[in-house]
């Protein structure tokens, strides 16, 4: 996985310097911009976004386009209009994170809890530190219902929501489509354009976990859901046990997940994948940033790892977002972000995803996660 990984990066720089630099106007006007920030100071928010993009900062940043022609209003617009947003911010297109380098340093830094943007080489983990990884239905039998890890990956040369055209996001869902004929043994299966699915089988799809939904404002107002569903799609093997998102949030995701407590097996099914993956597409990436994606979150190892645990006793518990916030962990509602908890049944995952490796982000849920069921327990 790293060599091939170590490749691709030679081969990013090489094609940054011969690419064609397409220049195309971002929509948005300068004037539409100010009323943006206007209407993020309007109000209260606590977000990242506001805390961080202070008038001075604003001054020296609203002028400034990317070469792909966005501007700072496609990155804010989202936060914007949500002032309830915790971060607030997203990346027009990956030269975003270099054109205003001043703000999302400063929103990646409070983010990821690091004093300095410098992610390290991708590395999953050597053959000892992986046999750490366990499988935690033997610490706890029964009380995780199931577990999942995923990556997101961005194809070099494409911008994300804010800016990216529908031909550019048919170029990423062709280059997909293409990446997965010919995956065999458990990566082995088949490629479903989201237009192409019964009601009944995205609403199925989407009761079990499997599939994304167009029903995020904050992603809405962000230009996620522009052309809609017009070259979205899921790929999964038979078993469900792999998926890839096409053209969600992030152009990919690489989703590996089971029922259970298996925290091993599910890592190192993903670890097999990205490996495959990254022989047959390009991803971008940026040294300090690690792999570029739309949100700031989730730059770096891009990879958010969860279990949905029954911790009925301990998020009952009026400390219970402290005791997570403490072990790095994010507690989440189990029907994806901003949503409920059922049955006292938590989705907790890993909140850090820079400035850490794949191995350090696997391990830091996997031991906070046994600290959760040790206080669960205990209770
Ligand atoms: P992400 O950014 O990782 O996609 P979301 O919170 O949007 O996170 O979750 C996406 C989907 O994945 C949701 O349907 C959620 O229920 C499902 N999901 C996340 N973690 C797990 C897990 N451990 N087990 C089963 N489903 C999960
Ligand atoms: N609506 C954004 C979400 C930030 C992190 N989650 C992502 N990228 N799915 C917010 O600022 O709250």
Known sequence: MYRNYCEQLQQNRQQEKGQKKETKMSGMSSDEQAKLFAKLNEGKSDSLLKK?????????????????????????????????SHVGLYACDPE?????????????????KVDKVDHPKLNAGTKEQLEKLQNLDELA??????????????HVGIPFPPCISDEERKKAFDETKKATEGLKGDLEGKFYDLAGLTKEEKTQLVED????KDDDDMLRDAGGYKNWPNHRAIFHNPAKTF?????????????????GGNIKETYL?????????????????????GFLTFCPTNLGTAMRASVHIKIPKLSAQKDFKEFC???????????????ESVGGVYDISNKR???????????????????????????
Request: proline share 2%; with cysteine.
């Open 52 to 84: 961080k993009l202070t008038p001075e900062l604003y001054e020296k940043l609203k002028d400034k386009k990317t070469k792909l022609g966005g501007c700072l209003g496609d990155c804010i617009k989202s936060g914007a209009m949500n002032l309830n």
């Open 96 to 112: 975003a994170y270099t054109t205003f380098q001043e703000l999302f340093d400063e929103v990646i830094k409070a983010y990821h």
């Open 141 to 154: 039998p029964g009380m995780i219902v199931s577990t999942r890890v995923r990556v997101g990956r961005s």
């Open 209 to 212: 976990h499997f599939l994304f």
């Open 243 to 259: 998926l890839i998102w096409v053209n969600e949030e992030d152009h990919l995701r690489f989703i590996s997940m089971q029922k």
């Open 269 to 289: 099914r993903l670890v097999t994948a990205i490996d495959e993956l990254t022989k047959r597409l390009k991803f971008a990436t940026k040294d300090n940033l």
């Open 325 to 339: 916030e403490k072990l790095n962990l994010q507690p989440r509602g189990i029907h994806g972000e901003n949503t």
């Open 353 to 379: 995803r820079l400035g850490l490796t794949e191995y350090d982000a696997i391990m830091e849920m996997q031991e906070g996660v046994k600290k959760i069921i040790e206080k669960e327990m205990s209770l």
